[in-house]
Structure formats: structure tokens, C-alpha cells
């Protein structure tokens, strides 16, 4: 059934939506004479809407579609109708039929494909600076009951989910791919809570079940929900029933009651831990802190982000840099690092002298060209007046990254995480987490 935006509510579409909630009940009540009148005016009521209103293609197409599903189900009625008038058997009008079944999860997994990653990929240990503890808990969660399943035999047991919170842009994301990489030989579901949420009412609820019962067709398997709060918030009385029905069917496949979840793993990240709801918290077993980066970290994201460029950086500028920018989370970092990066291509734009230097050839890098040209100063003794527009595409020589342009970049670049929220989830580690 169709749920739309208050604001974008029409009487047309309400009163259609009335008529499928009526259809909907009358035909699990048996009262199928009146779900059948009912199924026939909404699917009219819905089409004059996206007749005369304006709504978007794709939104049309899925009216049209759920619109042939009523229809569908309507002849469903009438056949069943006319067979008991004719006293003859009744075919099977169950919507809970096993080929309806069938058709339902075939569309659930078409929907669940194109919005989870199945991915391998290619993030190691190595590639994460610093959250040492994180890693080792991780690799305790998911690497040895893998490799070493004798080892989690009897009451011993891996764990069955994981939150890692954290402030924005500290690499909750990363390490969870990092994971992945690492269980070589399991299945990584990648998906975010948007991906869950359905207009159609009941549909979320069933893409949750299939998101589980695809990971078990595919296990050992780790699922990873980026953004859990917006999912799994605390319940309230002001929370709509669709709300609250896919938090407790959440919570019915996390707790695997009559399923088979061993080698499963549940992996979720936030920014934002103490909005989760008290019973989807107590199923993430363990709670991990993904911290601001320490000055060995941002020590490390230097060195692993700049040394993939050309640059006359040292040790001792990484160590510079590193003590410049306590406060910063990665991501920050990353952002100072990709802008400092743009600083040579400013060089070139802006320069209105180049001189002649050696440089690897852009064709093989392994000779020398003589013939490169590279921006410099009015007063070198060898600049030559000219633009960037005058230089032939391969004849340009980078200019290397300098400790100039990242303290340039840095001067611009300001820390995004407050102090408010590092109170409140230093206070979420110390009441419910663990530092990672």
C-alpha cells in the first residue's frame, strides 16, 4: 500500500490509500465481495491522480504498477466468487499462496541487488592508522571464528553483532571494509538504512527478513548497516506503526529465534550511538569507539596520503603536520591532503613564467625528458614569459607537493567535529562502549 509525504498528500491519493487499507483488511477478513469493490475504486482513484496531478515518472511507474498488482488480485476475487456460486472447488486464493510467495521474494531480491554492495573489497589492515584495540576486537569477532572454528565450539561463541560509533569521518565505513577484506572467504553486505526503507507499507519489514536470509544463503557472511540510528531509533509514541515494525522485525532476525545465524555477523556504524533503540543496542554485543585519530594516526594518514604524489615532504614536516592537527578527524585529514594536492595545479594555472627542467617522461617514467616545463618565478634566470595554454598537453612538469601548500590547505581547512558531541559519545563509551 502507498505512503506518501504529508505535503505531498492530494485528496485523490488519500482516498485511494483508505480504500487499499478497507481492501486490504476485507480480504484477510474473508469479506471478499466488499475487498473486491474496494480494490476496483482505489485502482481508479490512483490512476485519475497521476492523470491530473504532477507527479515524477518513476513514482508514476510504481503507482501503475501496484495499481496491475490490485487488479491482479481483484480477478483473484471475482473467480473465487464465481466458483463458490457455481459450487465448485474453490481454487487457492490465498495471497500467501507458495507461488505469490515466490513472486514476492523474487521482487524483494531484485529490489535488495540493486541496493546492496556484495563486494570484496580491497582495504588491508595496514591501510587503517592507528585503532589498534578496534582492530584486534574485530579480528576476534570475525577473522578467527573463521579461520579457527574449533576454536568457538560449546558456550564459546563469536560474537553476533558489532557497533561501531564514533565521531563523523573517523573511519567507521573503512574499517568494516577492512574486515571484509580480511574474512577472505566470506560475503560482505554492504547497505545503508535508505536502502530498507519502502513507501509501500509492509515492505520494508520484508526487505529486512530478505536482507538476513540472503546473508545466510551466502555465509559465512558479514552484514554492515552504515547509519543504523536512522533504522533503529528509540521508540517513541509519536513513531508511526510502519516505524515500529521494522525496528522489531530488526530485532526478530538479529536475535535469530528459529533460524540458523551462526557465521553471521551484524556490523553497524553511527555517528550518533545514543539515539538507538535500548533493545537493538543490548543485540550489538559489543560496542566499539572509533575515536578521533591520536598524533600517531594523523602521523601515519600523512605519510600513507602523500607518499602516493610527487613531494619534497619529510618525517620530521609529517610530524609537523601531525601536531598541527589535533581535533581532526581522517576525514578532515583527507580533505586537507586533496586540497593541498590542488595547490600545484593552481601553480600552473596562475604562473606567467615556465622554465625548461628535467622530469621523467610522462610516456616512461624510467627516462629522462629534457624538454619539461614547470612554473617559476619572473626573476629565474632561465623563465620564459608564457601560460599553461601554451605548453603542449605532455610537456608539463608537476610541480611537487611542498610543505607550503598543505600548511596553505590546512590555514583553510577547520576540524568538523564539536566538542558537544565528543562529550556525549565519550559518555555513550563510558556507560555502554569500550574504546577501540
Known amino acids: 500500500m502507498l505512503i506518501m509525504d504529508k505535503d505531498n498528500r492530494s485528496g485523490q491519493f488519500m482516498k485511494a490509500i483508505e480504500l487499499v487499507t478497507k481492501a486490504t483488511e476485507d480480504d484477510k477478513g474473508g469479506k471478499y465481495q466488499e475487498a473486491l469493490r474496494s480494490y476496483e475504486q482505489a485502482v481508479e482513484y490512483f490512476l485519475h491522480a497521476i492523470k491530473y496531478e504532477a507527479q515524477g515518472e518513476k513514482q508514476k511507474e510504481t503507482i501503475r504498477s501496484k495499481c496491475i498488482t490490485y487488479l491482479d488480485r481483484a480477478e483473484q476475487i471475482k473467480k473465487y466468487l464465481k466458483d463458490a456460486k457455481d459450487n465448485k472447488k474453490p481454487v487457492k486464493e490465498d495471497n500467501k499462496g507458495d507461488e505469490s510467495d515466490d513472486d514476492d521474494k523474487k521482487k524483494l531480491q531484485d529490489k535488495l541487488s540493486g541496493a546492496i554492495v556484495m563486494e570484496r573489497p580491497n582495504i588491508k589492515w595496514s591501510d587503517i592508522a592507528g585503532l589498534e584495540i578496534a582492530k584486534e576486537a574485530l579480528k576476534e569477532a570475525v577473522i578467527m571464528p573463521i579461520k579457527f572454528p574449533q576454536l568457538f565450539t560449546g558456550t564459546r561463541k563469536p560474537w553476533k553483532g558489532i557497533l561501531l560509533f564514533g565521531p563523523p569521518g573517523t573511519g567507521k565505513s573503512y574499517i568494516a571494509k577492512a574486515v571484509a577484506t580480511e574474512a577472505s572467504n566470506s560475503t560482505f553486505f554492504s547497505v545503508s538504512s535508505s536502502d530498507l526503507m519502502s513507501k509501500w507499507l509492509g515492505e520494508s519489514e520484508k526487505l529486512v527478513k530478505q536482507l538476513f536470509t540472503l546473508a545466510r544463503e551466502h555465509k559465512p557472511s558479514i552484514i554492515f548497516i552504515d547509519e543504523v540510528d536512522s533504522l533503529c531509533s528509540a521508540r517513541s509514541d509519536s513513531e508511526s506503526e510502519s516505524a515500529r515494525r521494522i525496528k522489531t522485525e530488526f530485532m526478530v532476525q538479529m536475535q535469530g529465534v528459529g533460524v540458523d545465524n551462526d557465521n553471521i555477523l551484524v556490523l553497524g556504524a553511527t555517528n550518533i550511538p545514543w539515539a538507538l533503540d535500548a533493545a537493538i543496542r543490548r543485540r550489538f554485543e559489543k560496542r566499539i569507539y572509533i575515536p578521533l585519530p591520536d598524533f600517531h594516526g594523523r602521523f601515519e594518514m600523512f605519510r600513507l596520503n602523500v607518499e602516493k604524489n610527487q613531494h619534497t615532504l619529510t618525517e620530521q614536516d609529517y610530524r609537523y603536520l601531525a601536531e598541527r592537527t589535533e581535533g581532526y578527524s581522517g576525514h578532515d585529514i583527507s580533505m586537507v591532503i586533496k586540497d593541498a594536492l590542488m595547490q600545484p595545479v593552481r601553480k600552473v594555472q596562475t604562473a ?37 595554454l601554451d605548453l603542449e598537453g605532455d610537456s608539463l612538469a608537476v610541480p611537487p607537493l611542498t610543505l607550503k601548500d598543505v600548511e596553505k590547505s590546512l590555514s583553510t581547512t577547520k576540524p568538523t567535529v564539536n566538542a558537544a558531541d565528543l562529550e556525549k559519545l565519550e559518555k555513550f563509551k563510558n556507560d555502554f562502549g569500550q574504546e577501540g
Open 352 to 388: 606567467t613564467h615556465f622554465k625548461k627542467v628535467s622530469a621523467p617522461s610522462h610516456k616512461d617514467p624510467t627516462i629522462l625528458d629534457h624538454n619539461m616545463w614547470t612554473p617559476c618565478s619572473p626573476g629565474d634566470p632561465q623563465a620564459k614569459e608564457m601560460s599553461w
